[in-house]
């Protein structure tokens, strides 16, 4: 399901989490085993492009904690999980849309 996350740009100590699910179902962890997780975000103009290596969890959720290059910039991103499994086929989280992160500018 698609969330929304509004922060401050430059701010690193966030982590952002999710749960998978097919049609609001979630994804059991043990159909999570042996795969790969990144976690994508694109700036609405499509200039600003992040693809970094994720976390999946025991219980499986979805966790990315932030490095500055990934919050250096104000403005909307969509995001998105991406899935590979050990096929090598990919699945795509939230699959109805995507996640939207907002980065509010730093007064500091």
Do not use: H
Not at 15 to 33: E, H, Q, R, S
Not at 47 to 65: E, K, R, S, V
Not at 68 to 74: L, Y
């Amino acid at each position: 399901m698609a969330q929304t996350f509004i922060q401050k740009q430059g701010d690193t100590e966030v982590t952002y989490k999710d749960t998978p699910t097919i049609d609001g179902t979630p994804v059991p962890p043990a159909g999570l085993a042996g795969c790969t997780l990144r976690f994508l975000m694109k700036s609405a103009d499509g200039t600003i492009a992040i693809a970094q290596a994720a976390i999946i969890n025991a219980d499986g959720t979805f966790q990315y904690n932030p490095v500055p290059a990934d919050v250096a910039n104000v403005g909307k991103f969509n995001q998105e999980w991406e899935l590979t499994y050990p096929t090598g086929k990919i699945l795509t989280f939230p699959n109805n849309g995507y996640n939207v992160i907002k980065f509010i500018a730093d007064l500091g």
